[in-house]
């Protein structure tokens, strides 16, 4: 069974990147047929897909975030990261990373404040 | 975007009584591949979200049978033959039919 794990700052600064890895274990990353992702979810509010990247090599963004994300793959380490750029207190968030959304972790959350 | 929509936002529910949740998409989610890429989750108190149901009506590994789900193109049902005070949470329904992928409101299920 796949284990993720999201690992970066708890604290980022408005203006500045915010920077997750996932770490997976259990399975390969490279694993055909499956999507690896990140969605967040605000205090109190609901979930919101971030992007995800497939084993073809396809990555795909929510359009009202796209031109401030990057989400990469290291396949060495079994991990993929995720990197917002320009973060503003409305980027606060639990942010998960998921597997095909069949699997999840545990969430990690990030404050963005001065 | 596809929007999905989810009712009741809230359901006060009985133990041992059946719960229903509604979940209605903008678009048709029949994909191209003739699937259709609708799913349920459940968030309890303090964890992450949980794959109950894929694909309209898969149940997951591990997810009791008092889960079902049905529907079909742009309105689908999540149903709890039987609550259980561990059912108390949010649930989600979620289309992966199209980017953006995209998460209904999320319906509160709470004990009476």
């Known amino acids: 069974q796949l284990q993720l794990q999201e690992s970066g700052p708890g604290l980022v600064k408005p203006s500045e990147t915010l920077s997750l890895t996932c770490s997976v274990s259990?399975?390969?990353?490279?694993?055909?047929?499956?999507?690896w992702g990140w969605v967040r979810q605000p205090p109190g509010k609901g979930l919101e897909w971030i992007g995800s990247?497939?084993?073809?090599?396809?990555?795909y963004y929510t359009p009202s975030l796209k031109s401030r994300v990057i989400i990469s793959v290291d396949t060495s380490k079994n991990q993929f990261s995720l990197k917002l750029n320009s973060v503003t207190a409305a980027d606060t968030a639990v942010y998960y990373c998921?597997?095909?959304?069949?699997?999840w972790g545990l969430g990690t959350l990030v404050t963005v404040s001065s | 975007d596809i929007v999905m929509t989810q009712t009741p936002l809230s359901s006060p529910v009985t133990l041992g009584q059946p719960a229903s949740i509604s979940c209605s998409s903008s678009?048709?989610?029949?994909?191209?591949?003739?699937?259709?890429?609708l799913s349920w989750l459940q968030q309890r108190p303090g964890q992450p979200p949980r794959l109950l149901i894929y694909q309209i009506s898969n149940r997951f590994s591990g997810v009791p049978d008092r889960f079902s789900g049905s529907g079909a193109g742009t309105d689908f049902t999540l149903k709890i033959s039987r609550v259980e005070a561990e059912d108390v949470g949010v649930y989600y329904c979620m289309q992966a039919t199209q980017f953006p992928h995209t998460f209904g409101q999320g319906t509160k299920v709470e004990i009476k």
């Open positions: 678009q048709s989610l029949v994909h191209s591949d003739g699937n259709t890429y």
């Open positions: 998921t597997a095909n959304i069949d699997y």
């Open positions: 990247f497939y084993s073809s090599g396809s990555t």
């Open positions: 259990g399975g390969s990353i490279s694993r055909n047929n499956y999507y």
